[in-house]
């Protein structure tokens, strides 16, 4: 599997998810900057968490047209799967390629912090390495994680069986308590239609390897491996 992690003004976490994906792939990974007119020939796009261009107007709306990102949504289009953490989530909804947006987290504050997702769906290439139902334990780092989008489409998010992350306790049940940011219906993390572009809030590669504290988070990448190696 080939990846490439696109690099923003801001952007803090592209390094820790290049090393995941090396860890997990044996592969290198190529670093490509938001100045860049088109991202090279990979099997998988990342967009990595941080603060793109300062967070500046809205998090994640400089970085959406940035030049890179006009190759970013078209290789998306064509199917190239596309991976966005945290601000690469932001990133994902102001561009278009998910819906909703990311807003203020509900408390005001930046919440940094390890959370129980349930996995909700486990066919997509990013998840298949997971049990359905399954609750996991993954680190959270943001003031703007505050999922939002109106009644139909969430209605939507849900029927189509979009919702791959949900905020829960450690026992899954999806309570307030469990919900670091105010996310409506404790999403955490969704795909689109297609399965092949995915935002979550949480950060999979800060619990990839033993030494980091858990190894919640390394079977997405694996999932990843497996489906795109083959």
């Known amino acids: 599997m080939n990846a490439c992690v696109i690099v923003f003004p801001g952007s803090n976490c592209d390094r820790d998810v290049k ?3 090396e860890a997990v792939s044996g ?5 490509v900057w938001h100045g860049d007119a088109t991202v090279p020939a990979c099997d998988l796009i990342v ?3 941080g603060f793109a261009y300062g967070d500046y107007l809205r998090c994640g709306a400089m970085a959406a ?3 890179i990102m006009r ?3 078209a290789k998306a289009k064509a199917g190239t799967p596309v991976l966005g953490i945290c601000n690469g989530f932001q990133v994902l909804t102001e561009a278009g390629l998910l819906p909703g947006v990311l807003m203020r987290n509900a408390s005001l504050k930046f919440v940094c912090k390890d959370v129980h997702l349930k996995v909700e769906q486990t066919d997509t290439p990013f998840t298949h390495c997971y049990a359905k139902g ?9 003031g703007d994680g505050n999922y939002f989008a109106d009644a139909a489409a969430l209605d939507r998010l849900e029927g189509n069986g979009q919702v791959v992350f949900r905020y829960v306790d450690e026992a899954g049940n999806a309570t307030p308590e469990a919900n670091p940011n105010g996310a409506q219906r404790n999403i955490a993390g969704i795909c689109d239609e297609r399965r092949r572009v995915l935002g979550m809030m949480p950060h999979p590669e800060r619990l990839f390897e033993p030494m980091l504290g858990g190894v919640d988070g390394r079977r997405l990448f694996e999932s990843l491996v497996e489906r795109l190696a083959a």
């Open 134 to 142: 399954e609750v996991v334990r993954i680190p959270v780092a943001h």
């Open 47 to 49: 967009l990595p968490g």
């Open 19 to 21: 090393v995941a994906l």
């Open 65 to 67: 047209h940035s030049p």
């Open 71 to 73: 190759d970013v949504v």
């Open 27 to 31: 592969r290198p990974v190529r670093m």
